[in-house]
């Protein structure tokens, strides 16, 4: 009897060890994250965070989280969050050909006006539509002026802060209401016998541009395969490189995004049978003017495009152009004004930090799409938007499904791979240039609880050692 007592007595007293050796209790979020930090930040960098639980309706970590950064791309959720919270965010992105004039015997007696409405998809199927529309209206002959109308905007084709090197580049085009295609001409060649120059095939076709083909078949020593153009000199000529091995693709911007739009808008014009007869000789196939309708005013076609389509573009491809097109549409509807700049729109986005209850004067706005070195915000800043978004069911609904997932699509499609706790768990808006890598977006912890974070890494020449850190912290938050 004293035996088994003794042991009763034994068990007792060693219950606690042996909890303590197998139960490992689990560290709290911020020592987890703040080890990351200590063990896993890129060498010379820093970084700011904000976490948010948007089910629970409190803050779950911070670090810096007030501190000013370069946001890159993730200023786009800024620009469309504000967009999206305007009353006529559903509007969509129109381009519209309109006449002044009479029909009078297969002639058009007087100008006809392409005005532009800054559509960031219209391409080359939507130009071949407005042109199909044009010409089945009672005329082959234009006897007056055609005028591309670009004044919902300022002339300013880039915006504040961006590098003048980063040309001719595709995700930096010349910004114009009036866009084809980007502004963008992608070059793709298929190579031929070897030595020989490869086939090369331009979309849009059109004449505004030449091209230089220096392409060798299957030849090592030609060098890389590279597209670019005359840019020094505002030329539109492109010349391709290098060899080609196997099918590949190239893209290159185009001079002046309006002059490419109405250049080949008249080609077509032409190739549909319709010719222009300007007022004199020397003149040119096309003007620019702004369209003020009248009694004589006739609607001949319009192109439409969604702005959730727009905006998926926006977050998935991290689109520059569609971003700036946002900010210049936002602009319009904020300030009733026909004309306006890309201030115009940020002034939109400062209302809304100051009816969040921040001063607008602590951060530096400078574009709608990031790429600029000027902009400074904070992490903090970035949740408050989120935030915004998710307490407004119309604004989260399309900002949501247009956001990257976690090793799915978009720029997280290569990230938070099968097996990881991010995977498919986190929908999130990436940006990065030199040095800049930031990630944030919505989460959904193990909990179930919705999570709204910002993560802004600095000073860090490797992205590939940003992201992983982003992706070990998205993954704490989940845990």
């Known amino acids: 009897m004293k035996r088994i007592l003794l042991l009763l007595i034994l068990s007792v007293c060693l219950l606690p060890l042996w909890s303590q050796e197998t139960v490992t209790p689990v560290?709290?979020?911020?020592?987890?994250?703040?080890?990351?930090?200590?063990?896993?930040?890129?060498?010379?960098?820093?970084?700011?965070?904000?976490?948010?639980?948007?089910?629970?309706?409190?803050?779950?970590?911070?670090?810096?989280?007030?501190?000013?950064?370069?946001?890159?791309?993730?200023?786009?959720?800024?620009?469309?969050?504000?967009?999206?919270?305007?009353?006529?965010?559903?509007?969509?992105?129109?381009?519209?050909?309109?006449?002044?004039?009479?029909?009078?015997?297969?002639?058009?007696?007087?100008?006809?006006?392409?005005i532009g409405g800054y559509d960031p998809e219209f391409d080359e199927e939507a130009l071949d539509s407005l042109v199909a529309a044009v010409a089945r209206f009672p005329f082959s002959v234009i006897k007056g002026k055609v005028y591309g109308d670009v004044s919902m905007k300022d002339s300013l084709y880039w915006g504040s802060g961006w590098l003048w090197d980063d040309t001719p580049y595709s995700f930096q085009p010349y910004l114009s209401p009036l866009m084809l295609n980007k502004g963008v001409v992608k070059v793709t060649a298929t190579p031929g016998e070897r030595g020989d120059s490869a086939r090369l095939e331009c979309t849009p076709a059109s004449s505004y541009y030449t091209l230089t083909n220096k392409t060798q078949s299957r030849t090592p020593s030609a060098g890389r395969f590279r597209v670019s153009r005359d840019w020094l000199v505002n030329g539109n000529n492109i010349t391709v490189t290098g060899n080609v091995d196997a099918r590949r693709a190239g893209t290159v911007n185009i001079f002046s995004s309006q002059d490419f739009f109405m250049h080949t808008f008249?080609?077509?014009?032409?190739?549909?049978?319709?010719?222009?007869?300007?007022?004199?000789?020397?003149?040119?196939?096309?003007?620019?003017?702004?369209?003020?309708?009248?009694?004589?005013?006739?609607?001949?076609?319009?192109?439409?495009?969604?702005?959730?389509?727009?905006?998926?573009?926006?977050?998935?491809?991290?689109?520059?152009?569609?971003?700036?097109?946002?900010?210049?549409?936002?602009?319009?509807?904020?300030?009733?004004?026909?004309?306006?700049?890309?201030?115009?729109?940020?002034?939109?986005?400062?209302?809304?930090?100051?009816?969040?209850?921040?001063?607008?004067?602590?951060?530096?706005?400078?574009?709608?799409?990031?790429?600029?070195?000027?902009?400074?915000?904070?992490?903090?800043?970035?949740?408050?938007?989120?935030?915004?978004?998710?307490?407004?069911?119309?604004?989260?609904?399309?900002?949501?499904?247009?956001?990257?997932?976690?090793?799915?699509?978009?720029?997280?499609?290569?990230?938070?791979?099968?097996?990881?706790?991010?995977?498919?768990?986190?929908?999130?808006?990436?940006?990065?240039?030199?040095?800049?890598?930031?990630?944030?977006?919505?989460?959904?912890?193990?909990?179930g609880h919705e999570i709204a974070f910002a993560i802004m890494n600095q000073n860090a020449l490797s992205g590939r050692e940003a992201r992983a850190f982003q992706d070990a912290v998205c993954d704490e938050v989940i845990r």
């Open 266 to 447: 008249m080609e077509r014009l032409q190739a549909r049978g319709i010719r222009c007869i300007p007022a004199a000789e020397a003149e040119v196939s096309y003007l620019f003017g702004e369209f003020r309708q009248d009694c004589l005013s006739v609607r001949m076609a319009s192109y439409e495009t969604s702005v959730q389509d727009v905006v998926k573009q926006i977050m998935k491809e991290s689109d520059n152009l569609n971003a700036e097109a946002m900010l210049c549409r936002l602009g319009v509807q904020s300030s009733g004004k026909k004309r306006v700049s890309a201030e115009d729109g940020l002034s939109a986005i400062r209302m809304l930090i100051k009816e969040m209850g921040y001063n607008p004067d602590r951060y530096n706005l400078a574009d709608g799409c990031g790429l600029s070195n000027y902009n400074y915000i904070s992490p903090e800043l970035l949740v408050s938007f989120l935030r915004y978004a998710y307490s407004r069911t119309d604004v989260f609904q399309k900002l949501y499904k247009a956001l990257p997932i976690g090793g799915v699509d978009g720029t997280l499609e290569f990230r938070m791979k099968k097996g990881t706790l991010s995977h498919r768990n986190v929908h999130a808006k990436t940006g990065s240039f030199t040095a800049i890598n930031c990630l944030a977006g919505y989460l959904k912890a193990r909990n």
């Open 27 to 114: 560290k709290p979020l911020s020592a987890r994250i703040d080890a990351l930090i200590e063990h896993k930040l890129p060498a010379g960098s820093n970084v700011a965070i904000s976490v948010y639980d948007l089910t629970a309706g409190k803050p779950l970590y911070g670090y810096q989280a007030d501190k000013l950064s370069r946001p890159a791309s993730t200023m786009k959720l800024l620009t469309t969050i504000t967009a999206l919270s305007r009353p006529e965010a559903d509007e969509p992105f129109r381009t519209e050909v309109w006449y002044q004039g009479t029909i009078e015997r297969d002639t058009l007696q007087g100008n006809m006006y392409v």
